[in-house]
């Protein structure tokens, strides 16, 4: 069967191992030319094949980018929903702790009323975050390799942009407040509200992208 990776990196890594190169130093070398990771291991592959007369068996992927996206997915979108549904609700009761005389409750509704939508939206969403979360860092123990999957890296990143963002405009918001003078005890703990839930879930994803990488490191 003839080699499926261009000749010119078949015959750049034939006279290099000829001089001793490693595996490893190969990879490092052709990656930082720009070769994708997934070719270099597949010309690596295929010589070795030419030199043992063997086929490489067959094995199980652990990686199912499909699979991957749709949990991550998922629970991007649970995350999303449980947060704004947590803060809706520390919202409605700051408005109903600190009372504000020139902003009174709508339509004279009961706190109850106000939350149900935000509670229920909070009682579905959050635990089936927590459910899918307990399944991604189960797949990730067994498989340390899926911490390098593409999907879960633009999709983290993704989720740190839009933490940081908020965090970022809640800050704004509040130098802007405080500027103008009209800071009051009702906004600054919303303030403090979505700067703690957001940044609770920025530090979370931070952490979980520094986990990876140390993984990473001492996997190699």
Same mark, same amino acid.
């Given at each position: 069967?003839?080699?499926?990776?261009?000749?010119?990196?078949q015959?750049?890594?034939a006279t290099?191992k000829?001089?001793?190169?490693?595996?490893?130093?190969?990879?490092?070398?052709?990656e930082?030319?720009g070769?994708p990771?997934?070719?270099?291991?597949?010309? $690596?592959?295929?010589?070795?094949?030419? +030199? !043992?007369?063997?086929?490489?068996? *067959?094995? /199980?992927?652990?990686?199912t980018?499909? &699979?991957?996206?749709?949990?991550y997915l998922?629970s991007f979108?649970?995350?999303?929903?449980?947060?704004?549904s947590l803060?809706?609700i520390?919202y409605?009761?700051?408005?109903d702790?600190?009372?504000d005389?020139l902003?009174?409750?709508?339509?004279?509704?009961?706190?109850?009323?106000?939350?149900?939508t935000?509670?229920?939206?909070?009682i579905?969403?959050?635990?089936?975050y $927590?459910f899918?979360m307990?399944?991604? +860092? !189960?797949?990730?123990r067994?498989? *340390?390799? /899926?911490?390098?999957?593409?999907v879960? &890296?633009?999709l983290?990143?993704?989720?740190?942009l839009i933490?940081?963002s908020v965090?970022?405009g809640?800050v704004?918001t509040?130098?802007?407040y405080y500027?103008?003078g009209?800071?009051?005890?009702?906004f600054?703990a919303?303030?403090a509200?979505?700067?703690?839930?957001?940044?609770?879930?920025?530090w979370y994803?931070?952490?979980?992208?520094?986990?990876?990488?140390?993984g990473a490191?001492?996997?190699h």
């Open positions: 069967m003839p080699p499926s990776t261009p000749a010119e990196l015959n750049f890594i290099a000829e001089r001793g190169a490693s595996d490893e130093t190969l990879l490092g070398i052709l930082n030319a070769w990771k997934s070719e270099i291991w597949t010309a $690596l592959g295929e010589r070795y094949e030419a +030199l !043992s007369g063997l086929r490489i068996p *067959p094995g /199980k992927k652990s990686t980018p499909a &699979k991957d996206a749709f949990l998922l979108a649970t995350l999303a929903t449980w947060t704004i803060g809706s520390c409605s009761l700051i408005d702790w600190i009372r005389p902003a009174p409750n709508y339509y004279g509704t009961s706190l109850s009323y106000q939350i149900s935000e509670l229920a939206a909070l579905v969403t959050f635990p089936l $927590l899918v307990r399944i991604i +860092l !189960s797949q990730t067994q498989a *340390p390799e /899926k911490l390098e999957s593409g879960r &890296k633009w983290t990143y993704i989720a740190l933490a940081a965090m970022i809640d704004v509040f130098l802007a500027l103008r009209e800071l009051t005890s009702r600054v919303k303030v509200v979505t700067l703690l839930i957001s940044g609770g879930v920025f994803y931070l952490g979980s992208l520094h986990d990876a990488q140390k490191a001492d996997a």
